[in-house]
């Protein structure tokens, strides 16, 4: 799946251009570099606007935060796909790819910079509760869905989509901090055994374990 | 497990008292307002010591990160402890200990926000290289020894290692950046049932799933 630029095309829109500036100056400086002054050097505008708009740097960030995961929703498989087991491996592909595109390592980077401020402060702590309880809650439907349509066993759909969001953070927290050393294909793999002997349903095990489903 | 507080009672050594300082102004400054001044000022010996063997705070911080390392392994099992199930068990029961102490707490902060800093910071970033890796090869020896033992099938231990570090980086990392909104009990389920799936004999199953070997 392609991974498109967050941004798109248009640079119109006045809180859209803030966004692309700032999403700009921080890959450019990084947090703890990162000035109101920074964002306005990206910004075509004029930078009153920005001023006029937010008190600091943090407040531009949670809302640059909350267009990226927007963003990164709508890059996710629809919940409705066809069975649950397919939109589940879908997720892991996507979350868990092999070789993201330099745009998605790009933008990992930043999310894992920006959570990385997270202990020590409130309102990015805020921000990171809300989007892993919204992650958790979709893959927890999915499982849900799954159940329902017989191809999952009935396990704890909550408890397991924990596990699949630990698992898929670790991976992508590992990947942005660490010099490429992070076997992602081997933590897959592994994941799907767990989907496999935890989840699928002893007939759906018949494949020879590739998880495929007909 | 008791987790000891990493500087001791003893701060006559002064690169102990440093990281003591160095440790104490992190967590009340983060990293990004630290500086060498705010260091001193927990610092019970002349400032003049800290300038006179440090350039800047990353390189005080990777010293510091390197101390907490090696304070964390001499709070791990010994790898040679009785049988290799019950030792990975001990090192899951210790890194996603469900309810941590207060020291531990704040020492995952710390660590949690200076991996924060490593997609943007190379210095950081090697370091957490290292220590993945160091990590990974002492959970893939356990998991070789249990192979020797007859305890565990005969796996790829460099990939299931992957998969453990992955995920207690992930409920490490998820702990410390929302507001105690993360089911560590359920990860730790969720492992237990993959560890059971993929690793234990099936002759060592035969107690009921609990992973209890006599």
Redesign the interface.
């Known amino acids: 799946m392609a991974f498109e630029d967050p941004f798109g095309a248009d640079t119109s829109e006045t809180r859209t251009a803030i966004m692309r500036a700032t999403y700009a100056a921080l890959i450019e400086h990084?947090?703890?570099n990162l000035t109101i002054q920074r964002i306005g050097d990206e910004f075509p505008k004029s930078k009153s606007l920005i001023y006029q708009h937010y008190d600091g740097k943090d407040e531009v960030l949670v809302e640059l935060l909350e267009f990226l995961l927007d963003h990164f929703e709508t890059q996710m498989p629809p919940p409705t796909t066809a069975n649950a087991h397919d939109c589940l491996r879908t997720v892991l592909d996507f979350v868990l790819a092999a070789e993201p595109e330099n745009d998605r390592i790009e933008l990992t980077?930043?999310m894992?910079?920006?959570?990385?401020?997270?202990?020590?402060?409130e309102t990015?702590?805020?921000y990171?509760?809300e989007s892993?309880?919204q992650f958790r809650q979709e893959l927890a439907t999915i499982v849900d869905r799954g159940i329902e349509q017989g191809v999952y066993r009935s396990v704890?759909s909550?408890?397991?989509a924990?596990?699949l969001?630990?698992?898929?953070?670790?991976?992508t927290?590992?990947r942005?901090?660490?010099?490429g050393?992070?076997?992602i294909a081997?933590?897959r793999?592994?994941?799907d055994?767990?989907i496999r002997?935890?989840l699928l349903r002893e007939d759906e095990e018949s494949d020879g374990g590739k998880g495929e489903l007909s």
Chains 1, 2 share one sequence.
């Open positions: 990084g947090y703890e980077k930043v894992v910079e920006l959570r990385g401020q997270a202990p020590h402060n990015f702590r805020s990171f509760a892993d309880r704890d909550e408890a397991v924990e596990m969001l630990t698992a898929m953070n670790g991976g927290v590992r942005a901090t660490t010099d050393d992070v076997d081997a933590t793999t592994e994941l055994a767990y002997a935890r």
